[in-house]
């Protein structure tokens, strides 16, 4: 089982980044919860969503021992990193979570500045999908090219293709 949560700023693509995770982890057969949480204020106040993937059924939608988080801001590290399962995996974007802070020594910390590479690529909306891919590539959720066109495929679903998508999801996955 994994137990995940995506977190940061409202408008950064958190809850997208769940349902991402969730749409490719359905097609590729396995049982999956997606909860969101978010304040009323909505863009720029704090947004997370909790992921469980199973093979067998998922009894309970409760995240308590995180095994993969996706921390796009410094207050998601902060409320989310002691929920962490030891041995676990957080990808962390250093563009805003200040690099080289002390973490718990008992997870694995992937920093990756999220923001950054993806206002190089000229896609400032790819952010989450940097910071996810690298969380993906490290902890080893799906295979590469499951994630890619999982990725691929959530967009084209809803009518969204962005070619700028597609360097955010490389540059994540060479970050871990």
Known sequence: ???IICSGFGGQGILTSGLILAKIAMEEGLEVTWIPSYGSEMRGGT???AVKIDRLPVAS????????????NTPSVEKFEPMMRPGGI???????????RAYRADVTV???PAGDIADEIKNPRGANLVA?????????LFERDVFIKGVEKFFSDKGKINPLNAPCLERGWAAA
């Open 110 to 112: 992937v920093e990756v």
């Open 132 to 140: 996810l891919a690298a969380g993906v590539a490290k902890s080893g």
């Open 61 to 72: 939608p409760f995240v308590g021992a995180v095994d993969l988080l996706i921390a796009m």
């Open 90 to 100: 957080m990808a962390v974007n250093s563009s805003i979570v200040e690099p080289g």
């Open 47 to 49: 947004a997370n969503c």
């Open 1 to 3: 089982m994994s137990d």
